[in-house]
T-cell receptor, first 113, second 115 residues
Framework: GENVEQHPSTLSVQEGDSAVIKCTYS??????FPWYKQELGKRPQLIID?????GEKKDQRIAVTLNKTAKHFSLHITETQPEDSAVYFC????????????FGSGTRLSIRP | DVKVTQSSRYLVKRTGEKVFLECVQD?????MFWYRQDPGLGLRLIYF???????EKGDIPEGYSVSREKKERFSLILESASTNQTSMYLC??????????????FGPGTRLTVL
C-alpha cells in the first residue's frame, strides 16, 4: 500500500539557520502533498501544500519542493525562529477520489536560542 | 473558521469497556476521519467516511468501528477497550472536491487511557 517515509525524526537547529525535512512516497499516482505543523499540546494544522502540477511553492519563510520523478518532497524553513519549534508531518494523497492522505511519522524540530 | 470539536479531551476507561468518541464539525464537510497518534508512528488512519452512512477502513481498523448518522457527526467506537488502544485520538474533516484531496482540519484530540 501507500507509504510515506519522513526524515529526520528529530532536528535541532540554531535560531536563524535553515531547517530541511525530507519525505519520500511510494505511490506514483499521488498528486497532493500537504505539510502539517503540530505545536506542543495542540492540533495539527496545515502550513503549506503542493500539488503535482508544480515543482515548488513558497510562503514567506517556508517552501516546499517536489520531485515527482524521484518521488520525494521537502519542507524548507529559513531564518528559523523559536515559534517554529514543533512536530512537522508530511503527507501524500494515496487515493485522490476519496481524499484519503497518508502521513509520515513526523519530525520534531527544536530551535536553539 | 472551521471548527472541529471532540467530546472529551481526556478519558480513562477500563479494559473491556465500550468506548464512544464523538466528533462534530460545523463546516458541512463531506469527509471525516479518525486517526490515532502515537510517538514515532505519526498519524495512522483508523476509519474515514465520505458521506452519511458511508465508511471505509483505514490502515488500522482492527478493534474499532465507526458511525456516521449525520453529516456533521462521526463517532469512533471501541467495542471492548484494550490497553493497547491507549493513545491520542484525532478527528479531522475536509471538503470533498472531485478527484482532489484537500486540507484536513483537526479536532483538539482525545487522550484515551485504558487501564
Amino acid at each position: 500500500g501507500e507509504n510515506v517515509e519522513q526524515h529526520p525524526s528529530t532536528l535541532s537547529v540554531q535560531e536563524g539557520d535553515s531547517a530541511v525535512i525530507k519525505c519520500t512516497y511510494s505511490d506514483s499516482a499521488s498528486n497532493y502533498f500537504p505539510w502539517y505543523k503540530q505545536e506542543l499540546g495542540k492540533r495539527p494544522q496545515l502550513i503549506i501544500d503542493i500539488r503535482s502540477n508544480v515543482g515548488e511553492k513558497k510562503d514567506q519563510r517556508i517552501a516546499v519542493t517536489l520531485n515527482k520523478t524521484a518521488k520525494h518532497f521537502s519542507l524548507h524553513i529559513t531564518e528559523t525562529q523559536p515559534e517554529d519549534s514543533a512536530v512537522y508531518f508530511c503527507a501524500a494523497s494515496g487515493y485522490s477520489s476519496a481524499s484519503k492522505i497518508i502521513f509520515g511519522s513526523g519530525t520534531r524540530l527544536s530551535i536553539r536560542p | 473558521d472551521v471548527k472541529v470539536t471532540q467530546s472529551s479531551r481526556y478519558l480513562v476507561k477500563r479494559t473491556g469497556e465500550k468506548v464512544f468518541l464523538e466528533c462534530v464539525q460545523d463546516m458541512d464537510h463531506e469527509n471525516m476521519f479518525w486517526y490515532r497518534q502515537d510517538p514515532g508512528l505519526g498519524l495512522r488512519l483508523i476509519y474515514f467516511s465520505y458521506d452519511v452512512k458511508m465508511k471505509e477502513k483505514g490502515d488500522i481498523p482492527e478493534g474499532y468501528s465507526v458511525s456516521r448518522e449525520k453529516k456533521e457527526r462521526f463517532s469512533l467506537i471501541l467495542e471492548s477497550a484494550s490497553t493497547n488502544q491507549t493513545s491520542m485520538y484525532l478527528c479531522a474533516s475536509s471538503f470533498q472536491a472531485s478527484g482532489m484531496s484537500n486540507t484536513q482540519y483537526f479536532g483538539p484530540g482525545t487522550r484515551l487511557t485504558v487501564l
